[in-house]
């Protein structure tokens, strides 16, 4: 099963539904990694580093930094980008269903949007 790291601000009552709905699911939260106020650029090397893929509600820009990194051919273990906006019990649905329907393999170099 992947590995997952979630941003500084992402809502961590998403991370807690899903340790209930998925109990070996492997997340750490950015402020026990020590990623707490980093830049952006600086978690998405941790997370390569690390060989998780980053949760964020990030768009000003960590996803404008993910992309630079998938441009320029950097490691990118995967995004997923959740919108803050997205109730919570769909957030969680649909991260669900991708951590379940899919590969290890099947994250690396992808940035994935919710909804689905």
Do not use: K
């Not at 539904?17 to 998405?44: F, M, N, S, Y």
């Not at 960590?62 to 995004?79: N, T």
């Amino acid at each position: 099963m992947q590995r997952f790291v979630a941003d500084e601000n992402f809502d961590l009552r998403i991370i807690r539904i899903l340790r209930q709905r998925i109990p070996d699911l492997d997340v750490v939260e950015a402020q026990a990694a020590g990623l707490r106020a980093l830049h952006d650029t600086v978690v998405l090397a941790w997370a390569a580093d690390a060989g998780r893929v980053l949760l964020t509600h990030d768009q000003d820009t960590m996803l404008g930094y993910a992309h630079a990194r998938l441009l320029a051919g950097v490691a990118l273990p995967g995004l997923v980008y959740v919108p803050w906006d997205l109730p919570i019990a769909r957030a969680v649905e649909d991260l669900v269903l991708l951590i379940q329907a899919s590969r290890d393999d099947e994250w690396e170099y992808r940035v994935h949007y919710l909804p689905l």
